[in-house]
């Protein structure tokens, strides 16, 4: 064994592959921390990873076989496998390419500028008026370092696309690169973004830059990535940058000419009309295009152009309003059926739109409506993949949505077209990824002509499927419109919801003082209105956020109130829900027997509501009540029926929990085979809906299984990922039980000492939020800790101390383990009566509970007594 041999080797086979460490290990699936433990030697790496990392790069048997003896492991590597275990799926670096000019012409020295200063960790800025080529010039330079389709040896990490028109909000910048990587932007955007992109080598490009909101936001969280930023306004410019002018004459001839074929052979017709249009590479584009697909010679365009007020401007008012004069030239060539085609598109986000949705949207033939699609790609004023089509530049789309117009029926008709499409089943939720951005477009619009009764139904209508899909920063768009509207429409349930689900949003993000706020004001709001129901569910979220809060007691008060007030309106779906949330709340307290009474009530009450999708959040929280009593058995045989329940119904939204709850029940009882199954598949399941929190909550719950089966290093692993995501969404809880089980982990490898760090850190975040089955757990681990390295004393007070607290809360449970680890301190200090009476003790704890826990006690004190 020799760790820095091994150190050595790793990291040479990584450089002679040209890769950074952090590149291979997001290759393979793993977060760069605990690669690099790895690679070092603190933890050691599992056989696994070796044979992953040898399959990636590419090394032969000789060096596989070298790097496990290095490694000193158990199992001689002559006894291993030597087939090669299946790759972990690693997902491609994105690369965003912006559209290829199809004609570039000039800019030479700029392109070769620009491509020596993109480097990792610079930020460079194209700097010029709107049609001057400022994205031309990036895209050209994007497609000089990455041709063939792979991300270029300069930015590994791939190379990620975002406009800002529009789109101004640099949540939704944010979001996208985190989405770009497979990830979800959660807690929140910014956090999300800064944790994906550290230790990335990958290009940023900005489009658009004068129209974000918070461009200082986006560069802070860069880290060596390198920043292409593209914007009007030399305010933005960020560490290097250009100021693109016009093209010159001769190369903006030749620009026309190329885009107009034959059409532009007349020179001298040509140079006038590039002087007239101030040599702004947009409009000789539009110029070329009309004369190419309509047949007029340069010299009849020229003509028209001469006849209007263009040639009595000044040179920069030429340029302003060139592309104007030549789009209204090009719209007066096309049939309605595009005129209209494109004014749909102006009132929709400057995204990719089916031509299915426009034609609804209009009353159309689709393929009238197709064909005039066809038109305005032919002049250059769209692009298109076959499916969807896109205005070709920022000033089109402005151009569509300031200049045409659209009627009122038919703008509703769009509103409730894209409603239909983004909401209700799996299908519309899915296509919501794409329709979301027109979403907040419309919003946008709605409000700027005070069509209030729309805005108030588009957001009513999409939130709760941006909710699903974790889209906050769109929500929060929507809900804030809404509320906007709602507002104005006097509509006080309507914006109570609004304020609801801002709240929820808030609460999602670990905003938890802004959640409470806004639902205190949504609560004054429904009690002045005389809204009953509404004041329900806000009493019962700001419990809800109280218990995540573990201000326990508070969330207890609200629940209570909640409930109180439901029971007395009548109504039984209300009632069921609030008792569920109150025995939640008991639950977090440690007072299981007051859940369960709860609980039971409340799926009394749904049962006779036939409400499949109430029913199963009940048995759930039943199951996690039984878990934390130790009544695994039971915990078990209610987890199933909540499984069983959502498959017959197709509520599978959140089957990842229940079956990481399950797998945790199995553990318990020693099946620790199923419970690996249970929790890779949770894992797996909670990632696909983009749940943070529980993506945490089922690493630790891998963890703790791996421990169970003495597979320490990759407890580790997962351990330290799952602490990773509860640290950074402000999750104290489950970070004080990840905290226990990471020692478990440590003490199985001989780390003592980073265990004993690690136990002190669980108990104080315990103490701090008031977690008497954490503080527990911690306690019992703490004294089996000093026990094994003989401090006897010290176990005996850690287990007097943890058996108060259980006392105090009825932990039972709790106490039975605590009873135990007493009966192992007893026998090895020789007092073997004692370490008998404390088994028997509890072993009348465990009977009435746990079959499975009282017959391993129960053939401990047999042992004893023989």
């Avoid at 002679?16 to 603190?42: E, M, P």
């Avoid at 996690?624 to 039971?634: C, I, K, P, Q, T």
Wanted: aromatic content about 6%; some cysteine.
């Amino acid at each position: 064994m020799d760790h820095r041999e091994f150190e050595r080797q790793i990291k040479e086979y990584i450089r002679q592959d040209g890769r950074s460490q952090a590149a291979v290990a997001r290759k393979l699936g793993y977060a760069r921390d605990t690669f690099n433990k790895w690679v070092r030697f603190v933890n050691r790496m599992p056989d696994t990873v070796i044979f992953e990392l040898c399959e990636l790069l590419e090394l032969g048997e000789t060096q596989r076989t070298e790097l496990l003896d290095l490694a000193g492991y158990a199992t001689p590597s002559a006894a291993l496998p030597t087939a090669k275990p299946a790759m972990k799926p690693a997902m491609k670096p994105p690369l965003q390419r912006p559209p290829r000019a199809t004609h570039f012409v000039g800019r030479e020295a700029a392109l070769a500028r620009l491509l020596d200063e993109l480097q990792p960790g610079q930020a460079v800025t194209l700097c010029g008026p709107g049609g001057v080529g400022k994205t031309a010039l990036a895209a050209q330079a994007v497609w000089s370092l990455a041709p063939d389709g792979e991300p270029p040896v300069r930015f590994p990490d791939g190379i990620l696309f975002h406009s800002f028109y529009n789109q101004p909000e640099s949540d939704l910048a944010l979001e996208a690169f985190v989405r770009s990587y497979g990830e979800e932007p959660h807690p929140t955007p910014e956090a999300a973004a800064r944790r994906i992109l550290a230790g990335k080598r990958a290009l940023l490009i900005l489009d658009g830059a004068e129209d974000a909101d918070d461009l200082a936001r986006i560069l802070a969280v860069r880290d060596s990535c390198a920043v292409l930023i593209t914007s009007r306004q030399r305010k933005d410019a960020v560490d290097q940058w250009q100021m693109l002018s016009p093209l010159p004459p001769a190369e903006a001839s030749a620009l026309l000419q190329a885009w107009g074929g034959a059409w532009a052979a007349d020179e001298a017709a040509v140079e006038r009309l590039c002087m007239l249009v101030g040599g702004l590479p947009l409009a000789l584009r539009l110029a070329g295009r009309f004369m190419a697909q309509q047949g007029w010679r340069v010299q009849d365009y020229l003509a028209w152009l001469e006849k209007t007020p263009l040639a009595a401007l000044d040179q920069g008012r030429r340029r302003r309003e060139s592309v104007p004069l030549l789009l209204q030239r090009s719209l007066a060539q096309v049939s309605q059926d595009a005129a209209e085609a494109l004014a749909v598109i102006g009132r929709l986000a400057l995204a990719p739109v089916s031509a299915d949705l426009i034609a609804t949207s209009l009353e159309r033939d689709a393929f009238a409506v197709k064909r005039g699609l066809g038109e305005l790609v032919d002049l250059g004023l769209l692009l298109t993949d076959g499916e969807h089509y896109e205005v070709s530049h920022a000033l089109v789309y402005t151009f569509a949505r300031s200049a045409l117009t659209i009627d009122t029926v038919s703008l509703e008709r769009l509103v409730r077209v894209l409603m239909t499409e983004t909401t209700g089943s799996r299908l519309a939720r899915e296509r919501l990824s794409i329709m979301r951005r027109h979403t907040a477009a419309l919003m946008d619009l709605l409000l700027t002509q005070q069509a209030w009764p729309l805005a108030n139904e588009l957001a009513a209508s999409v939130i709760p499927s941006l909710h699903f899909q974790g889209y906050w920063t769109d929500l929060l768009v929507l809900a804030k419109g809404g509320l906007k509207a709602s507002l104005e429409l006097w509509d006080d349930a309507a914006a109570i919801n609004h304020l609801y689900w801002l709240a929820v949003v808030y609460c999602d993000q670990g905003d938890y003082e802004t959640a409470v706020n806004t639902c205190r004001r949504a609560l004054a709001d429904a009690q002045a209105a005389g809204l009953t129901d509404k004041e329900v569910h806000i009493l019962s979220q700001i419990g809800f956020i109280y218990s995540q809060m573990s201000r326990h007691d508070e969330a207890i008060e609200y629940q209570h109130r909640a409930w109180q007030i439901a029971r007395s309106s009548g109504d039984r779906d209300d009632e069921a829900m609030t008792l569920n949330q109150l025995g939640v709340a008991y639950l977090y307290l440690g007072r299981f027997r007051d859940a369960l009474v709860h609980l039971e009530k409340a799926l009394e009450l749904c049962q006779p509501l036939n409400n499949a999708e109430n029913q199963c959040t009940v048995l759930h929280n039943m199951g996690d009540v039984y878990r934390g009593m130790g009544a695994h058995e039971s915990a078990i045989d209610v987890y199933r029926e909540c499984l069983d329940l959502r498959a017959k119904v197709g509520y599978s939204s959140f089957e990842g929990i229940t079956l990481s709850s399950l797998g945790r029940s199995l553990q318990e009882i020693g099946r620790h085979t199923e419970a690996l199954d249970c929790h890779t598949t949770a894992l797996q399941a909670v990632r696909n809906v983009g749940d943070r929190r529980n993506e945490g909550v089922a690493l630790i719950n891998l963890g703790c299984t791996y421990n169970a089966l003495e597979r320490y290093a990759e407890s580790i692993s997962v351990l330290e990922e799952g602490q990773a995501i509860a640290q950074e969404i402000g999750d104290l809880h489950n970070r004080s039980i990840g905290l226990v089980h990471l020692a478990v982990a440590l003490q199985g490898l001989a780390r003592d000492k980073e265990a004993h760090h690690a136990l002190a850190e669980a108990l104080s975040i315990a103490n701090q939020t008031d977690s008497p089955g954490v503080q527990c757990l911690a306690e019992e681990k703490t004294a089996k800790l000093l026990r094994a390295n003989q401090n006897f004393d010290g176990a005996l007070q850690r287990v007097e101390r943890g058996l108060s607290i259980a006392g105090t809360h009825a932990l039972d449970a709790q106490s039975a383990a605590l009873l135990v680890e007493l009966s192992a301190i007893y026998q090895a200090l020789g007092r073997i009566d004692a370490a008998t009476e404390a088994l028997d003790r509890a072993l009348d704890i465990l009977i009435p509970i746990s079959d499975y826990a009282s017959n391993r006690v129960r053939a401990q004190c047999s042992a004893l007594r023989l």
